[in-house]
C-alpha cells in the first residue's frame, strides 16, 4: 500500500508541477491542488521538499500585469502561502534546510502589505498566511 501510494503522489506532483507553469487560470488551478495534496504526498516530500517549497515561495509571489487577473492572482498567492503553513504543520522537521530562503519571502509580502496604501486587501491574504506560517512553526 505504501509503494502505492508513493507512485501515486509521485504522478500527483509531476502533474500539479506541470501546471504551475501555464497561463494564471491553469496556474490558479495548480496552485489549489497542491495545496490539496499536501496532507497525502508525505512519501514523496522528503524527495521534493525543495520544489514543493520553492514553487510555493514562487508562487506566493506571482504577479500578472493583466488587471482582469487580480482575483486568481490573490487566489494563487493565497494558495502558495496556505500551503507552506500546511507542510509547516504536516513536515516541520523536512522544512529546515528553507527558512531563510522562505523568511526573506515572507518578509517582503509583510512589508508590502504594510506599506500597501492601494488596494490593501490585494495583500491581506497573503500577509496573513505568512504570519500563520511562522506561527506554526
Known sequence: EEILQEKHSQTILGAIFACLDKETSVRMRGADALLNSIGFIE????????????????LAQFTSANPAEREMVDRINNSAMMCLVHAAHEYYTKL????EEIWNVTKVILEQAVTANVLPSETAGVALQSLLFWGAI
Do not use: G, N, S, Y
Open 43 to 58: 512519501p514523496q516530500m522528503e524527495q521534493h521538499a525543495a520544489i514543493v517549497v520553492r514553487k510555493c515561495l514562487e
Open 96 to 99: 529546515r534546510p528553507f527558512a
